[in-house]
């Protein structure tokens, strides 16, 4: 008999979740709370509720919650505030979600009284850790189920079959051979990945695409916005405020009509092996490009430069499921400081792709036209104190270069 009396699973309704639910039922023998996320994934989440109750979820375990604002407003947003970027291009757009999924699965298993939780991601690939790690870390004695590292079920045959055996709806593209793209979608960006994909020589389908038009297909005329921030935040687009999650619907919008935010990607996954994904993330690209807009302007030389020193550490550890870790933590607190005088508007031009910043202002600005200017200054920047700067900075060359000479070398 086994010691799980009640699971909190984060359920889709998809197959593998479906299957995860009856799987759970058969295996433990235990009561299911299934908890669905709205993240501005553009689904229709309800038929999820009708699944459970098919399955003899009793309709008070059974969570389908809005978790739209919480997720741009403290999590989205807190790491754009660092400008992070994996590896050079990646968003991140999957990796932030995970943190607020486990959160929230650990909030309802205090609320129903379960001692357990369980999760879809199969054991090749980087969620088992990022679910799992916002597991331990909000709560390190509840009890973890990993059905993808427990069952035999390693095929989409297998998949199939256990459905079909067990009475479980499976939906008409899965019986003609499965959608094309495995895909994740949220507020801040759709990922695709497998089949096709899975050859790093194939060049992505036009088709596969969905919320951007190519490059090649975006108007003509370019589109100007501006974007007005507050302490890091964008708050304002062209004079009018947002919601934070609304904030970011918007920019998918606009942007996905100028084709921008595309990205093919093979990534180093926290597993261990090299992964290929496709993602459409145009609210975030201007947003991040928007950002570093303000910040050039508000920010002193070097707070900037160790911010930019600090950030691949600070994607490392979202992309690597620590957002939860004390690390984190602090380094969140140290980002947040620096973004007290992150305030002001900028005006970006999308055009075909590329987000270009053209135009900002603020009132923290340390931008001083007086000392910059190429014309007479005035007597602000005495030029002449360049050369004594250049010579003590040259003072250890010149005495290596001294000692080279001596040496005849």
Sequence with gaps: MSDIKKVVLAYSGGLDTSVILKWLQDTYQCEIVTFTADLGQGEELEPARAKAIKFGIKPENIFIDDLREEFVRDFVFPMFRANTIYEGEYLLGTSIARPLIAKRQIEIAYQTGADSVSHGATGKGNDQVRFELGYYSLDPSIKVIAPWRE???????????????????????????????????????ISYEGRHLEDPKAEAEEAMWRWTVSPEQAPDMPEY?????????????????????????????????????????????????????????????????????????????????????????????????????????????????????????????LYKGSVTVVARDSVNTLFDQNIATFDDDGGAYNQADAGGFIKLNALRMRIAANARIKRGS
């Design 151 to 189: 069952w035999d079920l390693l095929s989409r045959e297998k998949l199939l079959a256990y459905a079909e055996t067990h009475g479980i709806p499976v939906e008409m593209k899965h019986k003609q051979g499965g959608a094309p793209y495995s895909m994740d979608a949220n507020l801040l960006h």
């Design 225 to 349: 916005l501006d974007i007005e921030f507050e302490r890091g935040d964008a708050v304002a687009i062209n004079g009018k405020r947002y919601k934070a999650h609304e904030m970011l619907a918007e920019l998918n919008r606009i942007g996905g009509q100028h084709g921008i935010g595309r990205l093919d990607l093979v990534e180093n996954r926290y597993v261990g092996m090299k992964s290929r994904g496709c993602y459409e993330t145009p609210g975030g690209a201007i947003l991040l490009k928007a950002h570093r807009g303000i910040e050039s302007i508000t920010l002193d030389r070097e707070v900037a430069h160790l911010k930019d020193d600090l950030m691949p550490r600070y994607a490392s550890m979202i992309y690597n499921g620590y957002w939860w870790a004390p690390e984190r933590t602090a380094l969140q607190t140290l980002i947040d400081h620096t973004q007290q005088s992150v305030s002001g508007f900028v005006r970006v031009k």
